[in-house]
């Protein structure tokens, strides 16, 4: 037999002794090997139920998040529309033709030449009393050919006399004092 067929035909207790000389430990199983893993898997197990309920909590916030930033964009659009629909009103108060058909609603006349009066209380130029300009007279209807009629006579601002028929045309407003 050759020394590798001698080692191999050791017997139980001369492997062991040769183990302890080697200072080898004897492969016994521990009693409370398993009762020492315990607390490692709860910790790992704890570590990973931790991370999955800060996700879905972290996951809510920013549902939550989107939810608003939505809910905000659609006020700001409505806001945006009522702002715009608002400045088109302020745009058509405030063209001078509207502002001048308001004015004379009010009552309103065109001033006259301005007067200044300077830091030593000399007034320059001569103030006058403004006056409303002539009504614009409408102008008749085109007379129809053939029709043998004179043209209507053009409305005027005298009195009509009291047996005679009201021409129709544009009736003049009373001076109101000019309003705001």
Known sequence: MTKAGKVATLTRGQAARIGRALGARPARPRPG????????????????????????????????????????KKETTALTDEEQAL??????????????RRARELGLV?????????????VAGSASAAEAPPSPTPTPPPAQA??????????????????????????????QPPGR
């Open 87 to 100: 400045q088109r009103d302020v745009d058509a108060h405030s063209a001078p033709d509207a502002l001048q």
């Open 146 to 175: 053939g029709a043998g009629q004179p043209p209507a006579p053009a409305a005027s601002n005298q009195p009509v006399p009291s047996g005679a028929p009201a021409a129709p045309g544009p009736t003049q407003q009373p001076n």
């Open 110 to 122: 065109p001033g006259g030449s301005p007067v200044f009066i300077g830091p030593d209380g000399k």
């Open 33 to 72: 090997g398993q009762a020492a893993r315990m607390p490692f898997v709860l910790l790992v197990v704890a570590l990973l139920a931790g991370g999955l309920i800060s996700l879905l909590l972290l996951n809510s916030a920013l549902n939550e998040g989107s939810f608003q930033l939505s809910r905000l």
